[in-house]
């Protein structure tokens, strides 16, 4: 690379007024060539004085084309350059064509002024040439990298530009020299631009040593010029390990620190920050709580206590799900199923509450057996919904049927009880006869709801009220009792019959035969409002 500085001087006491200055140079690949890129040229210029003529805009001096470069004011109007002072035009970072040999530099102005009214025709420029001799340099330079951060994939590409009668050598850290093949070329230069790629793939940041010398009478490389470029990759690999205090991200400035327990994670405010990975195995960690990755995940805190299960971004306790639980004890207010709308059980003061449907209302207990102290319940029943249940009122128990309220029956070989309260007790199919507990004492009826039959062997009781007795055999008299006394009758008949005793039989054979009235069914003692036995004129069959 190359610069050239061109100094432009007023040496009148007057001004000099300039339309613009105009600095070619030679472009091309011969020796009378500055450079074969004038694009690439950066142009600059730079005044000796301070203070711009009034009215004026500063000069500024740029590529107007090709190799031709021009110092002018931006408005493309006249210039005035005060007396005795200068202006610089740079040209600089000028690529250097190969061959060597005499660069003439021409410069065009087109001016006038100083001590005479006119040093120059104002319609016509002046010319005059610069001589430059490009010479070809005997030592290697410009070493470089074509990247100087190389990812995972990409190659190392090693440029430089040294004299072409000198052998080249890439020398790795480890001391190991890569030899460099000369390049084919068109035509024999002097002086060349080279390039390698070294064998070696990169892993991590690796200085590499340009070496250049010429071949001595032993065959050995004599070196007498170094030259160094580093070149860093993306992700470097290290064999033997990294030591360091601590690591810290390129973008986001994560930090991990090493201590002498291990490693600590700090986020880019230096707190402690977090660790995300596919898996951890770990032998032990301690933490106050692990949580989701999504921002309404259940986590989990250990107090002194144990471990408490949490869900969403607040300290509502949340749902452990497993497939077996493996514990001494289990404290918990309730337990349900995986399913929120299935039977729950809670657990009072008391003992246990079995709920259903994931409500509040009283649920199921489903067991081969139950072996319990006590059972504390509304009611039990069948496994049916229609089967038979019993209720434990107050009072005692409510046997009812069909899953209703109506009163079902109760069926056992033997109730040994302290005592019955019932409105009705009947035999065990529904044919048989009936026993019914009224305000006055027991009514017996039979199969149709007539008045049945006590059999006994003996009956002990304090007093009998009945509207007549009659003998077991078919046709057996009877005895009515009638409000004057007894009537005996005999045959079934209202006909009088024989009272018969060890001292006394009388037959009674008068002339007047009473009637016998009989109450109707059901009605004893008479009402009030209903004739009694020995006023009723009326003689009817017992219609039972």
């Not at 690796?206 to 071949?215: D, N």
């Not at 005895?479 to 009272?499: A, L, N, P, Y």
Request: glycine residues 12%.
């Amino acid at each position: 690379m190359g610069t050239v500085h061109v100094v432009v001087s007023n040496t009148h006491r007057s001004e000099v007024t300039c339309r613009h200055i105009d600095v070619l140079i030679p472009t091309g690949a011969g020796s009378g060539d500055l450079t074969d890129d004038a694009a690439a040229i950066k142009a600059s210029i730079a005044r000796s004085y301070l203070t711009l003529p009034a009215g004026e805009e500063a000069p500024d001096f740029a590529r107007h084309s090709g190799g031709r470069f021009r110092a002018a004011r931006p408005s493309k109007l006249q210039m005035t350059l005060p007396a005795q002072e200068s202006l610089t035009l740079t040209l600089e970072n000028i690529p250097v064509s190969d061959h060597p040999g005499l660069v003439l530099i021409e410069i065009h102005e087109k001016a006038y002024g100083g001590e005479t009214l006119v040093t120059s025709m104002p319609g016509y420029p002046s010319y005059t040439k610069l001589a430059l001799v490009k010479q070809t340099p005997q030592v290697p330079q410009n070493f470089r990298a074509e990247h100087s951060l190389v990812g995972a994939g990409q190659n190392v590409v090693l440029h430089w530009d040294g004299p072409t009668n000198l052998t080249y050598g890439i020398r790795y850290p480890d001391g190991s020299v890569e030899r460099v093949n000369p390049p084919v070329r068109p035509a024999p230069i002097p002086y060349g631009p080279y390039h390698h790629t070294p064998t070696r793939s990169l892993t991590r940041g690796t200085t590499y040593t340009l070496v250049a010398g010429t071949p001595g009478s032993d065959g050995h490389i004599q070196e007498g010029y170094f030259l160094t470029t580093t070149v860093h990759a993306l992700i470097p690999e290290f064999e033997s390990g990294a030591r360091a205090l601590w690591v810290e991200g390129t973008t986001d400035r994560g930090r991990v620190t090493f201590t002498k327990d291990g490693v600590k994670v700090d986020d880019h405010n230096h707190v402690l920050g977090t660790v995300a990975a596919g898996t951890a195995d770990v032998h032990d960690v301690r933490t106050e709580k692990v949580e989701g990755k999504a921002a309404d995940s259940g986590w989990i805190d250990f107090p002194g206590t144990g471990i408490t299960v949490h869900h969403g971004p607040s300290d509502d306790l949340g749902v452990v799900t497993a497939e077996r639980i493996d514990v001494n004890g289990v404290n918990t207010k309730w337990v349900g199923d995986r399913d929120r709308g299935k039977g729950w059980i809670g657990f009072p003061q008391l003992g246990i509450d079995v709920r259903k449907d994931g409500g509040q209302e009283p649920g199921t207990v489903a067991a081969d057996k139950a072996d319990l102290n006590g059972i504390n319940t509304t009611w039990v029943q069948g496994r049916g919904t229609t089967d038979g249940r019993i209720e434990f009122p107050q009072s005692g128990i409510n046997v009812r049927k069909d899953g209703g309220q109506e009163r079902g029956t109760v069926s056992a070989d033997t109730a040994d009880l302290n005592s019955v309260t019932a409105q009705w007790v009947e035999g065990p199919s529904g044919t048989k006869s009936r026993l019914a507990f009224t305000d006055t004492g027991v009514k017996i009826t039979d199969p149709h709801g007539h008045r049945g039959t006590i059999v006994a062997g003996e009956t002990n009781v304090r007093s009998v009220v009945t509207p007549w007795v009659s003998g077991p055999q078919e046709g057996a008299g009877w005895i009515t009792f009638r409000v004057e006394g007894v009537d005996v009758m005999q045959h079934s008949k209202v006909s009088f019959g024989t009272i018969r005793a060890a001292t006394y039989e009388e037959k009674h054979g008068g002339t007047g035969r009473p009637l016998h009235r009989r109450l109707d069914p059901y009605d004893w003692p008479p009402k009030s409002d209903k004739k009694t036995p020995s006023t009723s004129s009326s003689l009817r069959e017992d219609p039972e």
